[in-house]
């Protein structure tokens, strides 16, 4: 693709976010790529892999305490992306801890770890045992803080509807995280979301994330029922682009550094968003589809006479 001229970046070069410096500006989204580590054996014709030119893996969330998740089906195929009811299955923070984060430092992974709770204080908690056991990582670059889930504290609704609460998860985490980037992952399912990335960046997040999922629900037409047993679910993939473009110009005018998710399919999805400002982007359901979508996205993506060499990031 020719890169228009505007586009100077290469998006493989290190850049600063808060306290930390990451290796680039293409990362992969919460839940898409599982916890980053399984990768290994998917190479490209020309040898590259899945991890060439990423600037960071964002784990699958981790909640405080392991979950099965929800019962099947969790994934709907739709023409325009996907609707999915996955319901955090994860590890819990514990095993994460012992296991997975120290595969993803020897495997060189730039890794920022999602975190969710069921209250603002637990956010606390998990960053502070982050903080103890990352402590030697010089991969794990930060924290993405997943508030489109529900605050048991205050009656189910999403941690990330309410100015206060996003403030509250923020400052719990960033008191114990003083050397890693500390983001907000912010819902779409809002009317004003500039201020609730005001919110965040107020109480100490370095930028926000935007956006997770959009609630959507997809009708059996031979039951005549909902696909999903829990009736909704989160739409991604390619028919939220433009929702998620209009959420990040409103965080970009609302003066928040923002990494843009939602719908990016090529390198010219990706363009738009930092067009529009973004700082990073992160690549989500075209990532399932295709586990060199976001190393291919980033290789379109560095402007001529700048190079990017297959396996310039470390390979796990
Ligand atoms: C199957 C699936 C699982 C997901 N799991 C998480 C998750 O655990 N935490 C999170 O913050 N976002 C999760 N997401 C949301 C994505 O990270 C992303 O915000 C969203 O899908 C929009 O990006 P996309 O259109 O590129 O997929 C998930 C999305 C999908 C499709």
């Known amino acids: 693709m020719n890169l228009p001229a505007w586009w ?10 808060g306290p930390r410096e990451f290796p680039g500006r293409i990362w992969t989204a919460s839940g898409c790529f599982g916890y980053g580590l399984s990768a290994h054996d998917v190479a490209g014709a020309d040898g590259r892999t899945p991890y060439d030119g990423l600037g960071a893996v964002v784990t699958k969330t981790v909640t405080p305490s392991p979950r099965p998740g929800n019962p099947m089906p969790r994934l709907v195929e739709l023409p325009t ?7 955090l299955e994860n ?7 012992a ?3 120290p595969a993803l430092e020897q495997g060189g992974v730039p890794t920022v770890v999602s975190l969710a709770a069921t209250r603002p204080q637990e956010f606390g908690t998990m ?6 056991a990352g402590a030697g990582c010089c991969h794990w670059h930060g924290v993405e803080l997943n508030l489109s889930c529900p605050n048991v504290a205050e009656g189910g609704h999403d941690f990330g509807r309410d100015p206060d609460t996003v403030a509250a998860c923020v400052a719990a985490a960033r008191v114990h995280l003083p050397d890693r980037a500390l983001l907000a992952k912010l819902t779409p399912n809002v009317a004003e979301i500039g201020i609730l990335a005001r919110a965040a960046a107020d109480a100490g997040a370095d930028a926000v994330s935007a956006i997770n999922t959009v609630v959507g629900l997809e009708v059996d037409l031979a039951t005549g029922r909902p696909v999903l047993p829990r009736r909704f679910g989160g739409y991604s993939g390619p028919g939220i682009l433009p929702i998620a473009l209009a959420k990040v110009d409103e965080i970009v005018s609302a003066g928040v550094p923002v990494v843009g998710v939602g719908g990016i399919a090529d390198a010219r999805d990706a363009l738009r968003f930092f067009a529009l400002g973004a700082v990073a982007v992160q690549v989500g359901t075209s990532q399932m589809r ?3 979508a976001a190393a291919d996205l980033a290789a379109g993506l560095v402007p001529d006479g700048q190079t990017q060499e297959p396996g310039q990031t470390q390979d796990p």
Do not use: H, M
């Open 8 to 17: 100077t970046i290469d998006p493989c070069a290190p850049f600063r976010l």
């Open 81 to 87: 992306g996907a609707l999915n009811s996955i319901g």
């Open 91 to 97: 590890v819990g923070i514990d095993a994460f801890l």
């Open 99 to 101: 296991e997975t984060l």
């Open 127 to 132: 960053a502070a045992a982050l903080q103890d």
């Open 290 to 292: 295709d586990p060199l």
